[in-house]
Nanobody, 118 residues
Framework: QVQLVESGGGLVQAGGSLRLSCAAS????????MAWFRQAPGKERELVAR????????WHATSVKGRFTISRDNAKNTVYLQMNSLKPDDTAVYSC???????????WGQGTQVTVSS
């Protein structure tokens, strides 16, 4: 069983930056693909970015490409989401997920709130 705990959310002005972290425990972190999702009020959950178990392959949603970067440190059992040039539309609860395969999402964290003011 993998436990995931997100941190780093908060309130930021448009154009600002935040770095989210997701710390994993209870499993072999380096064997899991990881992903970041977000869900804004009244909207469906959206896949933002994902990264392979080794970190060698990443994918970013079109809406965040060029502004957000997913990365991981397997020695620290942590995945990150660096968010730059934030927009009010980026306001959401951001959650991380771990999957035993590239396109699976087997474990979830509780989420961290990101609010971008205009």
């Amino acid at each position: 069983q993998v436990q995931l705990v997100e941190s780093g959310g908060g309130l930021v002005q448009a154009g600002g930056s935040l770095r989210l972290s997701c710390a994993a425990s209870g499993g072999t972190f380096s064997s899991y693909a990881m992903a970041w999702f977000r869900q804004a009020p009244g909207k469906e959950r959206e896949l933002v970015a994902r990264i392979s178990s080794s970190g060698g392959v990443t994918w970013h949603a079109t809406s965040v490409k060029g502004r957000f970067t997913i990365s991981r440190d397997n020695a620290k059992n942590t995945v990150y989401l660096q968010m730059n040039s934030l927009k009010p539309d980026d306001t959401a609860v951001y959650s991380c997920s771990a999957g035993m395969r590239w396109l699976t999402y087997d474990y979830w964290g509780q989420g961290t709130q990101v609010t971008v003011s205009s």
